[in-house]
């Protein structure tokens, strides 16, 4: 009986140490997967731009909340919104709880990413450069997506360099 009390208090304690260590685990990987989902979608805004031959914007569902989901579509008049008649590509769903994301662009909000007939990225709504970042964070865990005037990149802090 002793022995069984002594094997339950050690996988116990076993057990306590470990969840901590699961639940960072778990928030990298969520980060991560999220991280991945909004790489897909620029991804297929810049295909597709270069396919159409014509701009198409990945743009925050709620504007300039990026945590509640996005949208790819066709941005025929090239205004950064999707309007009544444009095709939306794809829609992405809400962030996982605590998981937030910030735009970082300058005097830009970053409420929409454009991407012009050569995939090169742009400002929705302007044919000026889009120069900046999107900070991803889940517990202690950081990604950012740098833009740069040739595309795009992942980094594990919230910078880029």
Same mark, same amino acid.
């Given at each position: ?85 444009? =095709?939306?590509?794809?829609? *992405?769903?809400? !962030?996982?709880? #605590?998981? %937030?994301?910030? @735009? +970082? ?36 865990? =950081?990604?950012?997506?740098? *833009?740069?005037? !040739?595309?795009? #990149?992942? %980094?594990?802090? @919230? +910078?880029?360099?």
């Amino acid at each position: 009986m002793i022995e069984t009390l002594l094997a339950v208090a050690v996988a116990g304690a076993l057990a306590a140490a470990a969840v901590p260590i699961s639940r960072q685990l778990s928030d990298q990987w969520r980060l991560t997967a999220f991280t991945n989902e909004l790489v897909l979608a620029l991804l297929q805004a810049r295909s597709e731009a270069m396919l159409r031959k014509t701009r198409v914007v990945v743009a925050a569902a709620s504007p300039g909340d990026w945590a509640r989901g996005w949208r790819v579509f066709i941005d025929q008049n090239a205004n950064g919104s999707a309007d009544d008649g444009e =095709v939306v590509l794809r829609e *992405f769903g809400p !962030a996982p709880l #605590r998981l %937030t994301m910030q @735009a +970082h662009f300058g005097i830009y909000d970053g409420r929409a990413l454009a991407f012009d007939d050569a995939g090169l990225p742009r400002r929705a709504g302007s044919n000026a450069l889009l120069l900046g970042r999107i900070v991803l964070r889940l517990g202690d865990g =950081v990604r950012a997506v740098c *833009f740069s005037a !040739a595309g795009f #990149r992942t %980094t594990r802090a @919230a +910078h880029c360099d």
